[in-house]
């Protein structure tokens, strides 16, 4: 994310007491990525958008992986928190 980066995000509350957040991610007025992310209650603004500014940052750097998209992929310990979608291009 080098330019201005605007992240505009909508949030509701489950039955389980989480959070789903569904965000898109912004640069110089073009809608780039868009994707969810499961919060817990406890999680602060702050940290719920550092978790979507990282996640995009490794879309952006080719090393996105989704755990359960196929079973592609190195498997990873972590469970994912969140997903990212790169926004497909206008056709003109």
């Known amino acids: 994310m080098s330019g201005k980066v605007k992240i505009r995000l909508s949030a509701k509350l489950l039955k389980s007491g989480n959070i789903q957040v569904k965000f898109h991610v912004e640069e110089k007025g073009e809608d780039l990525y ?5 919060a817990n209650g406890s999680e602060s603004m702050s940290e719920v958008v550092g978790s979507i500014r990282s996640k ?3 879309a952006q750097s080719g090393e996105l992986y989704h755990r359960n998209l196929l079973r592609m992929g190195t498997p990873r310990t972590s469970v994912d928190k969140v997903l990212v979608y790169k926004k497909a291009a206008a056709s003109d």
């Open 56 to 58: 995009v940052r490794e």
């Open 34 to 38: 868009y994707g969810y992310l499961l």
